[in-house]
T-cell receptor, first 115, second 112 residues
Framework: AQSVTQLGSHVSVSEGALVLLRCNYS??????LFWYVQYPNQGLQLLLK??????LVKGINGFEAEFKKSETSFHLTKPSAHMSDAAEYFC?????????????FGKGTHLIIQP | NAGVMQNPRHLVRRRGQEARLRCSPM?????VYWYRQLPEEGLKFMVY????????ESGMPKERFSAEFPKEGPSILRIQQVVRGDSAAYFC??????????FGPGTRLTVT
């Protein structure tokens, strides 16, 4: 069975500082991995996805994530935080690429940006 | 190009009533997924449907919940005899096969 663990339910960084949101997964097959962002009272927006091509994946809004098989991790980073990055971030895993089965989500990390 | 549409955005039901949540997938998408988000929790997969077929309902509660995606019209998630524990945000997503899922804005169900 798949599972996703997001370390830290809340992460606070200063504006302009590095953002690091942690995600570890378990999967019995080579996984497809996703990061989604959710702004208050809205749906989820896809930030980026890993589909077994390049291990370093670049997404929207300056975010990127690195797939590390040895560490079963897929941490999300952004070099310089902006106030507009304040939101809830979810890591998710799929066996099939996300189009042929339900995604398994982590519990989310609330990102707080300090001015 | 309209995204995934869900209605209503907010729904209030009294205990024992029925709730019907609607989802129209993105144009060209034939796969629909329903998820439930409880407070302080991530999204939990409920059901995956294609037109006129339920592909995977492993996340659906055994009783009171049902879903359909008819040949014509939106997908419907139906909750009969709602209880307070059904209060949550319900999200629909759609995809083409093997592609990522796109999410709607959600329906926030409150049971009083």
């Amino acid at each position: 069975a798949q599972s996703v663990t997001q370390l830290g339910s809340h992460v606070s960084v200063s504006e302009g500082a590095l953002v690091l949101l942690r995600c570890n997964y378990s999967s019995s097959v080579p996984p497809y991995l996703f990061w989604y962002v959710q702004y208050p009272n809205q749906g989820l927006q896809l930030l980026l996805k890993y589909t077994s091509a390049a291990t370093l994946v670049k997404g929207i809004n300056g975010f990127e994530a690195e797939f590390k098989k040895s560490e079963t991790s897929f941490h999300l980073t952004k070099p310089s935080a902006h106030m507009s990055d304040a939101a809830e971030y979810f890591c998710a895993v799929s066996d099939s690429g996300g189009g042929a089965d339900g995604l398994t989500f982590g519990k989310g990390t609330h990102l707080i940006i300090q001015p | 190009n309209a995204g995934v549409m869900q209605n209503p955005r907010h729904l209030v039901r009294r205990r024992g009533q029925e709730a019907r949540l609607r989802c129209s997938p993105m144009k060209g998408h034939s796969h629909v997924y329903w998820y439930r988000q409880l407070p302080e929790e991530g999204l939990k997969f409920m059901v995956y449907l294609q037109k006129e077929n339920i592909i995977d309902e492993s996340g659906m509660p055994k009783e009171r919940f049902s879903a359909e995606f008819p040949k014509e019209g939106p997908s419907i998630l139906r909750i009969q005899q709602v209880v307070r524990g059904d209060s949550a945000a319900y999200f629909c997503a759609s995809s083409q096969i093997t592609y990522e899922q796109y999410f709607g804005p959600g329906t926030r169900l409150t049971v009083t």
